[in-house]
């Protein structure tokens, strides 16, 4: 490819036709201040931020969309550059609430921080304030269309990466908002309640709704005793919310974390990922020899509980299972009839830890520290609740919610020392470790599922060619001398590829993995915000999360499902065996087609 | 607009809307039979409020999930040009002009009387479907200064005054009617 010479503030350089000059500076080290960009996402030009001054142009060039050209003569930083980009985030606050201190992302705001790299020192203006209604209808997500810059991120991540595009721009000029369609409540519209919007807001214009206050009510509460399950994910990605580098697996301080807010017990998802495994490797071989792709027969098809078509789709993302509710309803019986990990585990601890501890299971509270907002609505599903109508997990807290509760306490975090999981609960495979990444639910399942299928040992216990955190991955594995066809997908506009691939039926499946948030779950829209410099849907930044995950499985003695002693343990006490009538009864659950239809 | 942004309009809830007539469906099929059938969309809306006089939200939602463009970019069409109308409008349309000299022969407190007396503000409808308020700039007959139009009828030379009196007297005909 030619290159092109330019200069950036006469600093000489010659980067590839066709870079922007946001980043041809990059390169030499300048980063032009931005607000609208995110890397990842389609390019708006919406703030105006990132203007350059270019000699021989009489109006200021975007730095984000405008392509370098030969021998052009870039300034980023000349005093009416300076000006300009001041005046433009004054002009941004004027009508911005003036509530810094009282807001959940002081401190940790895009739009704070450029006022105060560019200058701002006082509000010179005062704009038309906005005064939209919050909008807290949904489990997951509430929006403050007062913060909101409009700034389109959330909007293009809602429909470039997700596919959903639920939010869209309403109205204009003084009243222009961002919302879902007709302004409906977020529970009213085709949300799936991914948290993605959370994630790339650069104010509070979307937070996931807090259930901090019920969890400390809980805590305090003498009565009740509080226990906590941590998803796979949480300790892959905790760290960064006390300024450690990504990548940094802090299972242990997690746990002691936990203890010091005064949680009488600590578990692990990962034993209800185990428990998933196992129970949709059963699932996925009886589908297997109903479809005739192994001997074994047919099994009575018909039951809700118990469809029989292939592909068989994992079912471990609310917001997936979501997704395919408002969107592929017709793709129902594809879905494992499989529960996630987390609400296994919350059922498992409501009824086997409670009848071995002799504990009420109505003063048990199940707090789940999730990466996702849409866990807050999985756990409130009427077909997940129990005959009253009560969830079985009781709250639901995000990793940011957690990593805020923890300083709030007053908890050096990084000065604690490394505490084990209670048991039986709390113990793990290293296949369950993995269920935080993308492709780690179909790694951990064909580990399971084909021991069980050939009855012998795994030579290899890697399945290699479904990692890497990219969006969308094909394979086939041989198992006992059939071929089975796999697909790894996140970021739901992947899903739509593959979902119609299957519809077309130009190629046979077998099993899918699909996943809301782009990474999986070390990808959530719970997770902590991105340091300074970094974005949310970095590639760089999930693929070191991912590595954490898959060192703690290489390191664990065991690392397949069915193996863990504790999973056995619980069969032969309560649950009988994978598939039983007990299992079945609180270990799956249905889906229903949900309104409004999604327009794929 | 502005402070009922966020709620729901209760025409939109309650109104009974009868179907997408078949010429606008087969508009519809045909746009996605050529390219770019998601461009055709302002022309969709045009014709749906040709038809209804309005967009009614059931229609939108009904045309987003034929032209399969997504509802909110369909919504957020609908709201942005002025054009479209999201409720319907009243059996009397009442258009204060604004221009200049509409303006300084005192048309705003013309506004403010029909405002009081109606309850309603620009760009919105009477709860009982007899009235909507608008707006427009000059009508070109600024020696009647200032004016008004009701259904295309203009009032010439109006005072706050006399607006209970036509107001209420093009209630009582229609309700003679």
């Known amino acids: 490819m030619k290159n092109i010479n330019l200069t950036v503030d006469d600093n000489p350089l010659s980067v590839p036709e066709g870079t922007t000059i946001m980043k041809a500076a990059e390169t030499i080290g300048v980063f032009i201040p931005r607000l609208c960009y995110v890397p990842d996402l389609g390019i708006e030009g919406a703030c105006r931020i990132c203007i350059v001054e270019v000699d021989g142009y009489k109006n200021y060039l975007t730095a984000c969309s405008t392509k370098v050209t030969e021998g052009m003569k870039v300034k980023t930083n000349s005093p009416a550059i300076r000006q300009a980009r001041r005046d433009l985030i004054e002009l941004i606050l004027d009508n911005h609430p003036m509530d810094c201190q009282t807001c959940e992302r002081d401190g940790n705001c895009e739009l704070q921080d450029l006022a105060y790299s560019l200058g701002v020192r006082e509000r010179l203006f005062a704009g038309q304030r906005k005064h939209f209604e919050i909008d807290d209808s949904s489990f997951s997500v509430v929006r403050n269309s007062d913060k909101c810059i409009l700034c389109h991120r959330c909007i293009r991540v809602c429909s470039e990466v997700q596919g959903v595009t639920n939010l869209g721009q309403m109205h204009r000029g003084v009243n222009t908002v961002v919302g879902p369609a007709h302004l409906v409540a977020m529970k009213d519209s085709v949300c799936i309640n991914c948290g993605q919007c959370i994630n790339v807001c650069p104010t509070a214009a979307f937070l996931e709704k807090s259930a901090t206050d019920e969890v400390w009510a809980a805590l305090a509460d003498p009565k009740k005793h509080v226990v906590a399950q941590i998803a796979p994910s949480i300790r892959a990605t905790i760290g960064e919310g006390f300024g450690e580098a990504p990548g940094t697996a802090e299972t242990g301080r997690t746990v002691t974390a936990l203890r010091r807010l005064g949680f009488d017990a600590v578990f692990d998802t990962n034993f209800g990922a185990d428990l998933t495994i196992v129970e949709e490797s059963e699932e996925f071989i009886g589908r297997l020899k109903h479809n005739g792709v192994l001997p074994g027969g047919k099994k009575e098809e018909g039951h809700l509980n118990h469809p029989q078509v292939l592909p068989m789709f994992t079912s471990c993302s609310p917001g997936w299972v979501s997704f395919m509710e408002h969107f592929y309803p017709e793709m129902i019986p594809h879905m494992s009839s499989c529960r996630s990990p987390m609400s296994m585990q919350s059922i498992i601890l409501k009824t086997f830890y409670a009848r071995k501890t002799g504990i009420d299971p109505k003063d048990i509270y199940v707090v789940a520290i999730m990466p996702c907002t849409a866990k807050k609505y999985e756990m409130r599903r009427p077909e997940l609740c129990d005959a009253d109508g009560n969830p079985h997990t009781d709250a639901v807290l995000t990793t940011r919610e957690l990593v805020w509760m923890i300083k709030a306490y007053g908890i050096d975090f990084m000065q604690l020392h490394e505490e084990e999981f209670d048991n039986p609960l709390g113990s793990s495979t290293g296949a369950a470790d993995i269920f935080g990444t993308t492709g780690g639910v179909m790694e951990a399942a064909l580990r399971t599922a084909a021991e069980k299928i050939t009855g012998k040992p795994l030579d290899e216990l890697n399945f290699y060619n479904v990692r890497a955190v990219t969006g969308y991955k094909e394979a086939s594995v041989e198992i006992a001398g059939i071929e089975v066809n796999i697909a790894v997908v996140n970021g739901l506009n992947n899903a739509k590829k593959i979902l119609e691939k299957v519809k077309s039926g130009e190629k046979e499946y077998h099993l899918i993995e699909l996943m809301a948030c782009p990474g999986g779950c070390i990808g959530g829209g719970g997770q902590p915000y991105p340091a300074d410099g970094r974005y949310v849907l970095n590639r760089e930044v999930l693929e070191k999360r991912a590595a954490s995950l898959y060192k703690i499985d290489a390191e664990k003695k065991i690392r397949k499902s069915h193996e863990n002693p504790y999973i056995q343990q619980l069969y032969q006490q309560f649950l009988q065996h994978p598939g039983s009538e007990i299992a079945h009864e609180l270990l799956h659950t249905t889906y229903e087609p949900k309104e409004p239809r999604g327009i794929k | ?177």
């Open chain 2, 1 to 177: 607009m502005g402070k009922n942004e966020n709620s729901t309009c209760s025409h939109c809830d309650m109104q009974e809307v009868a179907p997408l007539p078949s010429e606008i469906i087969e508009f519809i099929e045909d746009c996605l039979k050529g390219e770019r059938p998601e461009s055709q969309l302002i022309a969709v809306l045009h014709k749906v409020q040709l038809h209804y006089g309005y967009l009614p939200r059931p229609i939108l939602d009904d045309v987003a999930q034929r032209l399969q463009v997504p509802t909110s970019v369909v919504s957020g069409v609908a709201s942005f040009y002025h054009f479209f109308r999201l409720t319907p409008k009243g059996k009397y349309t009442i258009s204060v002009c604004m221009g200049t000299a509409c303006f300084v022969k005192g048309a705003d407190k013309i506004l403010e009387a029909i405002e009081s007396q109606l309850g309603i503000e620009i760009g919105e409808t009477t709860g009982d479907g007899f009235f909507t308020l608008e707006q427009s700039r000059c009508l070109g007959v600024c020696a009647l200064a200032p004016v008004m139009t009701i259904n295309g009828k203009v009032y010439s030379r109006v005072t706050p005054t006399q607006i209970p009196e036509i107001l209420n007297k093009l209630r009582e005909e229609s309700i003679a009617e």
